[in-house]
C-alpha cells in the first residue's frame, strides 16, 4: 500500500506541477493580451479624439446653416404673408364699396375704416413704401367721414390704386 500512495503521491506532485507550469503560461498569456489591449485601446483615443473634434466643429457649423436657412426662410414667409395681408386689403375695400355703391355709407364707413391698423402696419413692415402706405390714412378718414354723412359718391380707386402699386413694387422686388 505504500508503493501505491507513493505513486498517487508522486503522480499528484506531478500534476500539480504541470498545472503550476499551466498557469504561469496562461498568466504570461493574459498579460500580453493585456498590454496588447492597452495599446489598442490608446492608439483608438489617439484616433477618435481628432475625429470628435471634428465631428463637434462639423456639428456646429451645419447647426449655425440650418438656423440661418430657417431664419431667411421664416423672413421669406412673413414677407409674403405681409403682402397677401395687402391682397385681403384690396378685398375688404373692395367689400366697401360694394356697400357704398349699395347705398350702405354707415357700413361702407366702418369697413373702410377697419383697413387703416392693416394699412398702417404694412407700412412699418415694408419701410420703401412707408410714406405711400401711411400717406392713406388722411384719404381713409375723408372718405369714411364722406361715406358716414350720406355722400357715397367717390370710390375708394385712389387708396385701391396705390395698394396694387405698392404691392406690384414688391413683386418686382422678389424677382
Do not use: C
Not at 104 to 126: H, M, N, R
Amino acid at each position: 500500500m505504500n508503493t501505491i500512495s507513493h505513486i498517487l503521491l508522486s503522480m499528484l506532485l506531478v500534476l500539480v506541477a504541470y498545472l503550476v507550469v499551466q498557469n504561469q503560461q496562461l498568466r504570461a498569456e493574459l498579460g500580453v493580451i493585456s498590454t496588447t489591449q492597452n495599446n489598442a485601446a490608446g492608439i483608438l483615443a489617439e484616433t477618435l479624439t481628432p475625429l470628435a473634434t471634428k465631428i463637434d466643429a462639423i456639428n456646429t457649423v451645419t447647426s449655425k446653416i440650418g438656423k440661418e436657412t430657417d431664419d431667411a426662410f421664416n423672413q421669406k414667409l412673413t414677407a409674403l404673408q405681409k403682402r397677401l395681408d395687402l391682397y385681403k386689403l384690396i378685398g375688404t375695400l373692395n367689400q366697401a364699396n360694394q356697400l357704398r355703391a349699395e347705398g350702405k355709407g354707415a357700413e361702407a364707413a366702418e369697413k373702410l375704416v377697419s383697413t387703416k391698423k392693416p394699412i398702417w402696419q404694412a407700412g412699418e413692415t415694408f419701410a420703401a413704401h412707408k410714406t405711400k402706405l401711411q400717406g392713406l390714412m388722411g384719404t381713409l378718414d375723408k372718405l369714411s367721414a364722406a361715406w358716414k354723412s350720406g355722400d357715397t359718391s367717390t370710390a375708394p380707386d385712389a387708396v385701391r390704386k396705390t395698394l396694387e402699386a405698392v404691392l406690384g413694387e414688391l413683386n418686382n422686388e422678389q424677382k
